[in-house]
């Protein structure tokens, strides 16, 4: 473009680089966490608390479940212990134990959320800022946004039974969910 200033162009490269980032960070601790107590290893109190630690996790936290709430139903699964805690934290308890239950299962729900296509998702939208989308194990909640970080629940990604190449979101295709999350954002 002929007459574009240094300041315009600057201006333009900025919008075309916008784009939704997906951060698996925890998840994959929590693969590894997974599969770690159900082969009866002992998962140790600080890599448990990098998980409670976590800067994405503490964006979770409720006065009903926190960073404490995280260690203690992590550390009971971990040390084979009874859970004596509240309705979150035992809803909590209950989730990881269920991944634990049917490791292949779990590998089967990772797969697809690992390789979502960002690149399309990136392409179908028209960006104005950057995204972060990240899979959480939430007890409850389906999403949590806070600025630009849309938070999902990871226990809530559900595949078709006879398909698990179809999977599913608030009774969604999860291609469609997030792109209705971030329309809305906008």
Do not use: H
């Not at 992590?74 to 979150?88: V, Y």
């Not at 209950?94 to 634990?100: A, C, L, R, V």
């Amino acid at each position: 473009m002929i007459g574009m200033t240094t300041c315009m162009r600057k201006n333009l490269e900025r919008i075309d680089l916008m784009s939704i980032k997906l951060n698996l960070n925890i998840l994959e601790s929590l693969i590894y966490f997974w599969e770690a107590s159900k082969s009866g290893e002992k998962v140790g109190e600080k890599y448990i608390l990098s998980i409670a630690d976590d800067e994405d996790m503490k964006l979770t936290y409720t006065k009903q479940f926190d960073k404490d709430s995280v260690r203690k139903v992590l550390s009971a699964i971990s040390n084979r212990e009874k859970l004596r805690g509240n309705d979150k934290e035992r809803k909590f308890w209950n989730n990881n134990m269920w991944m634990m239950d049917d490791l292949s299962f779990m590998r089967d729900m990772v797969k697809p959320v690992k390789t979502l296509a960002m690149k399309k998702i990136n392409e179908d939208l028209d960006l104005k800022e950057d995204y972060e989308l990240i899979f959480l194990p939430l007890c409850d909640r389906e999403k949590i946004i806070k600025d630009n970080k849309i938070i999902l629940n990871f226990f809530k990604v559900k595949l078709d039974p006879m398909d698990y190449k179809k999977v599913e979101y608030s009774n969604k295709p999860i291609y469609d969910y997030i792109e209705e999350v971030i329309e809305n954002l906008r």
